[in-house]
């Protein structure tokens, strides 16, 4: 399985950017799928997440709340990320995630992690 992340890119602040991430391999079903990030200097930090267990849902980190909009295309295994109102704060490495099951035998989702993608906003 792998995860390919595409978008971001720079921007002025109040900017818009957006991120796509698919998924592509042996894939059976996808849970959870969403987006961390990395600032500089900083641990990871999820940005914003769905799942699809007990109904589809959706979480934001409080700082991207309002601002930023996570949605998913089940059919092609691909979740966006829509960025708007961007700050300077924002600014990070973006990585998409998502929890697998490559068959339908498997008992247990696995976590992959697609390649970084490098947001700027400059301020």
């Known amino acids: 399985v792998q995860l390919q992340a595409s978008g971001g890119g720079s921007v002025q602040s109040g900017g818009a950017l957006s991120l796509s991430c698919a998924a592509s391999?042996?894939?059976?079903?996808?849970?959870?799928m969403g987006w961390y990030r990395q600032r500089p200097g900083k641990q990871r930090e999820l940005v914003a997440y769905?799942?699809?267990?007990?109904?589809?849902?959706?979480n934001y980190a409080d700082s991207v709340k309002g601002r930023f909009t996570i949605s998913r295309d089940n059919a092609k295994n691909t979740v966006f990320l829509q960025m708007n109102s961007l700050k300077p704060e924002d600014t990070a490495v973006y990585y998409c995630?998502?929890?697998?099951?490559?068959?339908?035998?498997?008992?247990?989702?696995?976590?992959?992690w697609g390649q970084g993608t490098q947001v700027t906003v400059s301020s």
């Open positions: 995630n998502a929890y697998i099951k490559a068959g339908a035998s498997d008992r247990y989702y696995v976590r992959h």
């Open positions: 391999g042996s894939i059976f079903f996808i849970n959870g």
């Open positions: 769905s799942t699809r267990d007990d109904g589809d849902s959706t």
